[in-house]
Nanobody, 122 residues
Framework: VQLQASGGGLVQAGGSLRLSCAAS????????MGWFRQAPGKEREFVAA???????NYADSVKGRFTISRDNAKNTVYLQMNSLKPEDTAVYYC?????????????????WGQGTQVTVSS
C-alpha cells in the first residue's frame, strides 16, 4: 500500500485546511486510517483515526476542530482542520492499519505516507 498525503500549506490562525491521503491498492476499505503529526523538536503524536466501519478517534487537542472522514470509492481519507492554531504547525502524516481499528498508537499502523507540512501563522 502506498499513501500520498497532500493539502498542506500556510494558513493564518483561525483558518482552515483540508488534508487528503490517497491510497493505492484494493484493500483500502478494510484498513483503518489515521493522521499523526510531528512538530519540530517533538515526537510524532496521534491526531485522528477512522476505523474500517467509520468509527472515529481524536486527540483531545483537536476535538471539535478537526474532522476525519473517508471515501472508500476514492481510496482517500481526509482531515478537515478548522480553527487552526499556531500549535497545530507540524508535518502531518497519514497511515494505514490492517487491523481495521481506529487506533491511537502509531506502532499499530503498517503503512505510512510521506507527510505534508502545515504551518499556522499567528
Amino acid at each position: 500500500v502506498q499513501l500520498q498525503a497532500s493539502g498542506g500549506g500556510l494558513v493564518q490562525a483561525g483558518g482552515s485546511l483540508r488534508l487528503s491521503c490517497a491510497a493505492s491498492g484494493r484493500a483500502f476499505s478494510s484498513y483503518a486510517m489515521g493522521w499523526f503529526r510531528q512538530a519540530p523538536g517533538k515526537e510524532r503524536e496521534f491526531v485522528a483515526a477512522i476505523s474500517r466501519s467509520g468509527n472515529t478517534n481524536y486527540a483531545d487537542s483537536v476535538k471539535g476542530r478537526f474532522t476525519i472522514s473517508r471515501d472508500n470509492a476514492k481510496n482517500t481519507v481526509y482531515l478537515q482542520m478548522n480553527s487552526l492554531k499556531p500549535e497545530d504547525t507540524a508535518v502531518y502524516y497519514c497511515a494505514a492499519d490492517r487491523g481495521g481499528w481506529a487506533s491511537v498508537i502509531e506502532y499499530n499502523y503498517d503503512y505510512w505516507g510521506q507527510g505534508t507540512q502545515v504551518t499556522v501563522s499567528s
